[in-house]
Antibody, heavy 119, light 106 residues
Framework: EVQLVESGGGLVQPGGSLRLSCAAS????????MNWVRQAPGKGLEWVSY????????YYADSVRGRFTISRDNAENSLYLQMHSLTAEDTAVYYCARSLPARNAFDVWGQGTMVTVSS | DIQMTQSPSSLSASVGDRVTITCRAS??????LNWYHQKPGKVPNLLIYTASSLQSGVPSRFSGSGSGTDFTLTISSLQPEDFGTYYC?????????FGGGTRVEI
């Protein structure tokens, strides 16, 4: 079964850091571009970051550029999101999502991990 | 950045109705427009990619059309399980962007 499972969310103080992980199974992660998408409570979807299949190309939303870093370990079938300088505006459910090849349409999503930034 | 505007923001319809949701891009995105459905508390589900391609496993009552800046998602006969929020997303240029969503109530 094709599956993505996120972990690493939790409560963090403003200015703090957190590292999210996404474990892929049922398909070769190395063959797919991957993304992080977030959804603040009661709000819509916001794309956060993209990484190419090899990891050589990365893109970020303006709202997180310079604070978040996306990475991947294809040998471990894992995707990561390192987050620094967190603010209340980063509070959201964070989903990892697989891209359809050459389409950047998200065909497989994880169940999400909640990040709450609060003192 | 490319702004995506959906309309209406919400609608109420009956089972069996034909429902149309529109999405407009702030600049041309060719056919790189995708549609998702999200039920409350659930993960988004890809319905349509590149404007009109039906994702595997998605019922044929869903269809998409459009190119350039104007796109449409149509549900030919609304079913009870179709309630929730629909989002468009452009995948032509980075940063990828979503529309604000259309809430569909049955």
């Amino acid at each position: 079964e094709v599956q993505l499972v996120e972990s690493g969310g939790g409560l963090v103080q403003p200015g703090g850091s957190l590292r999210l992980s996404c474990a892929a199974s049922g398909f070769p992660l190395s063959s797919y571009e991957m993304n992080w998408v977030r959804q603040a409570p009661g709000k819509g979807l916001e794309w956060v970051s993209y990484i190419s299949s090899s990891g050589s190309t990365r893109y970020y939303a303006d709202s997180v550029r310079g604070r978040f870093t996306i990475s991947r370990d294809n040998a471990e079938n894992s995707l990561y999101l390192q987050m620094h300088s967190l603010t209340a505006e980063d509070t959201a459910v964070y989903y990892c999502a697989r891209s359809l090849p050459a389409r950047n349409a998200f065909d497989v999503w994880g169940q999400g991990t909640m990040v709450t930034v609060s003192s | 950045d490319i702004q995506m505007t959906q309309s209406p923001s919400s609608l109420s319809a009956s089972v069996g109705d034909r429902v149309t949701i529109t999405c407009r891009a702030s600049q041309t995105i060719n056919v790189y427009l995708n549609w998702y459905h999200q039920k409350p508390g659930k993960v988004p589900n890809l319905l349509i990619y590149t404007a009109s391609s039906l994702q595997s496993g998605v019922p044929s009552r869903f269809s998409g059309s459009g190119s350039g800046t104007d796109f449409t998602l149509t549900i030919s006969s609304l079913q009870p399980e179709d309630f929730g929020t629909y989002y468009c997303q452009q995948s032509d240029k980075m940063p990828l962007t979503f529309g604000g969503g259309t809430r569909v109530e049955i």
